[in-house]
């Protein structure tokens, strides 16, 4: 794991509950919906477990699984959708944390087959960029782990087709920021299409912006489409 810090297990699981309990708030997860894990200094991954709200969610309901998947302490059972997180830690060795929920706006464009890729805000294109939508898959299936693998290197967040949006960072924070980041853009689009006005920002604009990128930390996120 290098020499960067990762989070105890007791600061991992206080920022998986707060993580949850924003989601919920939010109105991002309905019911049981939605799943956080982040990994640990001992190299394991601590997660959120099947069946629990994530707006009521306590630390001792946490799942603690090893990079295999394999679970070593808790008393639960870890969510079916774990398989796509921990591919997602496979392909990007740098991140900390994983975040899947279901905005109803991000969700809404997920159904429909369309992806945010119009470059409607200056931050959006700075620290979001495009955001695809990644084809059908049954929830928790090994087939869903696999559809994720060819997009998340270029982008940092996904639109899971007919089911939510996932999005990681280095910790959990850093992957909600992108989760509210995702649902803001896609009500963004919305609002644009209800006005029947699609401009985006000039292609100059948004050059002028991707300049921006290493100086923010960022290096992902593609190039969205503007207008001459």
Request: net charge negative.
């Amino acid at each position: 794991m290098g020499d960067r810090k990762y989070p105890s297990n007791r600061e991992a699981a206080e920022t998986i509950v707060e993580v949850g309990r924003r989601l919920y708030e939010k109105g991002f997860v309905a019911a049981n919906d939605g799943n956080i894990s982040v990994l640990t200094a001992d190299g394991c991954i601590l997660a959120t477990p099947s069946g629990v709200s994530k707006g009521f969610m306590t630390e001792a309901m946490l799942v603690k699984l090893d990079p295999e998947g394999k679970v070593v302490s808790g008393k639960l059972k870890p969510s079916s959708e774990i398989k796509m997180h921990l591919r997602l830690y496979r392909e990007l060795p740098e991140i900390g944390a994983v975040v899947h929920a279901h905005p109803p706006k991000a969700t809404t464009l997920a159904a429909a087959g369309i992806p945010l890729d119009r470059a409607y805000t200056q931050e959006a294109v700075v620290l979001l960029g495009v955001v695809p939508v990644v084809p059908f898959a049954l929830p928790g299936s090994e087939a869903l782990a696999e559809s994720v693998a060819p997009y998340c290197r270029d982008y940092n967040a996904l639109l899971l087709e007919h089911h939510g949006a996932v999005t990681w960072g280095s910790d959990a924070i850093q992957a909600l920021y992108r989760m509210e980041s995702v649902e803001y853009n896609a009500e963004i689009y919305m609002n644009m299409r209800t006005l029947g006005v699609d401009r985006p920002l000039t292609e100059r604009q948004i050059d002028e912006l991707l300049a921006l990128r290493p100086s923010w930390g960022v290096t992902a996120g593609g190039r969205p489409k503007g207008r001459e």
